[in-house]
């Protein structure tokens, strides 16, 4: 059965940083693009990034551009998003998902942004 | 980037009448390689989302039958043959042919 795990989400200030990882197991996982997607409280999904399974290709949403990066550790199965210089707009749960199709999601991860 | 636009924005539904969501894009979402990345997601109260059709008509694994997928171009649809309390939640379309990859608003469906 695919499991993804998120972990890292947390109450940070404005400007500040966190990275976000998510632990997948369930499938090969250096085989597939993984994605990462955010929802704001009470609003829809956003989509946020994904990466090629040798990290030859990265893309994200414009608003993240310069200040996210996404990674992945084909070795240790796992996804992370670095996020630096973060705004209160980033305040959001954050999903992990497999795949450009996204399919399945994990449970997220709660990022606050507050000072 | 492609923006995508569901309608309605909020849908009440009889319990085992049929309903359907409908989800326009600003430009065509034929792939080079031939195939149309339209997605469906359902998300529960409370829970993740999960996908429910992917390029645009095939019903991903353990998704009833009473969901079903269809359109072509820019214009797709969900159709809920019957539906069920469990049905209830936020319906979402997503495109995944072009960068950046974009959903639609949401169709909330809920129980008259």
């Known amino acids: 059965e695919v499991q993804l795990v998120e972990s890292g989400g947390a109450l940070v200030q404005p400007g500040g940083s966190l990275r976000l990882s998510c632990a997948a197991s369930g499938f090969t996982f250096s085989s597939y693009w993984m994605s990462w997607v955010r929802q704001a409280p009470g609003k829809g999904l956003e989509w946020v990034a994904s990466?090629?399974?040798?990290?030859?290709?990265?893309y994200s949403v414009d608003s993240v551009k310069g200040r996210f990066t996404i990674s992945r550790d084909n070795a240790e199965n796992s996804l992370h998003l670095q996020m630096n210089s973060l705004r209160v707009e980033d305040t959001a749960v954050y999903y992990c998902a497999k795949g450009k199709w996204l399919d399945p999601w994990g449970q997220g991860t709660l990022v606050t942004v507050s000072s | 980037d492609v923006v995508m636009t569901q309608s309605p924005l909020s849908l009440p539904v009889t319990l085992g009448q049929p309903a359907s969501i409908s989800c326009r894009s600003s430009?065509?979402?034929?792939?080079?390689?031939?195939?149309?990345?339209l997605n469906w997601f359902q998300q529960r109260p409370g829970q993740s989302p999960r996908r429910l059709i992917y390029?645009?008509?095939n019903r991903d694994s353990g998704v009833p039958d009473r969901f079903s997928g269809s359109g072509s171009g820019t214009d797709f649809t969900l159709k809920i043959s019957r539906v069920e309390a469990e049905d209830v939640g936020v319906y979402y379309c997503m495109q995944s042919t072009h960068w950046p990859l974009t959903f639609g608003g949401g169709t909330k469906v809920e129980i008259k």
């Open positions: 430009q065509s979402l034929v792939h080079s390689d031939g195939n149309t990345y």
């Open positions: 990466i090629k399974q040798d990290e030859s290709e990265k």
């Open positions: 390029k645009v008509s």
